[in-house]
């Protein structure tokens, strides 16, 4: 059995209803638009919000591997909880600290023994419960990519494995959206969790943050396209609904990455977006583990 971060050599469905319709995440400005054309208005929201599923199970390919894939509704961000369903070892990806109580809820519910709290990159839309998560949780810690400019107690570098039970992510760096984005791959190269880097038909913005239109391109070309057509995509938000893709669909139908990249850094320089309405609280606050303030 190996522990929780293990160093290596670099190498080269159930569907959701998005619930903030009007939402101004950081991801497909496209989603925003399409969001704020077909919002029914705000009694109607507030419905969807009244009988909705705050979780849903998700099945993974690989035997003997849990997978829950939990959605927070002011960002639609969602967040994903693995578990070796033997040692019952688990990591959390994504955390939100509006949500700390039903992720930690159903870690006791289904008996699981949490091990790590990692985030794909520094947020801007919301705020990471990793530090409060480790407040709570005694041996609990916390990671993010080196090149983050975040604090945690495991800075994560490219080809790095991030192990639970006998089953591990691989850590590819996929820098673009932020500098210190990250791709999380299985071990089977069955499904990866890709953060804001790659979305469902769309894509993470590049203009805050470090970000850079000609660094997302080759990062999602180079190290997510690469991967085979039938590996699961599980982006970090919400595509009207939509949960779950594949590196075949994205490659074949995502509207942004079908163009040339000359024609996807001229896109991405015109889009306009107004920045993150949560920006300037979760940014200093997810440097520091979520903790700024609390």
């Known amino acids: 059995m190996c522990s929780v971060l293990t160093r290596v050599r670099p190498i080269h469905r159930a569907v959701a209803l998005s619930l903030r319709l009007g939402a101004n995440t950081e991801g497909s400005s496209y989603a925003a638009t399409q969001s704020r054309r077909l919002s029914p208005g705000k009694n109607s929201v507030v419905d969807l919000q009244r009988n909705a ?4 199970s998700r099945i993974a390919k690989t035997e003997g591997l849990l997978v829950r894939q939990l959605f927070e509704v002011e960002s639609s961000t ?5 578990a070796d369903t033997n040692t019952r070892e688990a990591i959390i990806i994504d955390p939100v600290l509006e949500t700390i109580d039903r992720d930690l809820n159903l870690v006791e519910e289904l008996g699981l023994k949490l091990l790590l ?7 801007a839309d919301h705020i990471t419960s990793s530090g409060l998560m480790k407040k709570r949780i005694a041996g609990l810690k916390s990671a993010i990519s080196k090149f983050s400019g975040a604090s945690a107690d495991i800075l994560l570098s490219e080809g790095d494995k991030i192990c639970f039970g006998k089953h591990y992510l691989t850590v590819r760096e996929t820098p673009g959206h932020t500098d210190g984005c990250t791709t999380l791959v299985s071990s089977d190269e069955s499904m990866a969790f890709t953060g804001d880097a790659l979305l469902i038909r769309g894509c993470g913005r590049t203009d805050f943050q470090q970000g850079c ?3 997302l391109y080759d990062s999602i070309h180079d190290k997510i396209f690469t991967l085979p057509d039938d590996c699961l995509v599980y982006p970090a938000h919400d595509y009207l609904g939509q949960t779950v893709s594949t590196v075949g669909e994205e490659r074949k139908y995502n509207p942004r990455l079908i163009k040339s990249k000359d024609e996807f850094v001229e896109l991405m320089n015109s889009l306009n977006l107004p920045k993150p309405d949560k920006i300037d609280i979760s940014v200093p606050a997810n440097l520091v583990c979520g903790l700024h303030g609390l």
């Open 53 to 56: 599923r705050f979780y849903c």
């Open 78 to 82: 969602y967040t994903y909880l693995l």
């Open 117 to 123: 709290a990692v985030n794909t990159h520094c947020h």
């Open 213 to 215: 239109a000609k660094c």
